[in-house]
């Protein structure tokens, strides 16, 4: 009966040692993952600062298009003429 017991023992510790090398893989992913959703929120973050700065952007374009076409109109003829 004690080697019985020493063999179920032995099994024990052998499936404990499986059981502890999941959970620190299950660990590292856990880490991974985290790691991952932080950057991603950074990275929202700098996509709505590169947009306000592109938009900031295309209305100056667009202001200073308007105010070179009320300076100096350009005459914009849209028909055709046919012979």
Do not use: C, H, Y
């Amino acid at each position: 009966m004690v080697e019985e017991t020493q063999k179920a023992v032995v099994q024990a510790n052998a499936i404990l040692g499986e059981v502890r090398t999941s959970l620190q893989k299950v660990d590292s992913i856990l880490a991974d993952a985290q790691a991952t959703s932080g950057n991603i929120k950074s990275a929202t973050t700098d996509l709505g600062a590169l947009r306000a700065e592109v938009e900031a952007s295309l209305r100056k374009v667009a202001s200073l298009i308007d105010e070179i076409n009320r300076k100096w109109p350009f005459e914009r003829d849209t028909k055709i003429k046919l012979p």
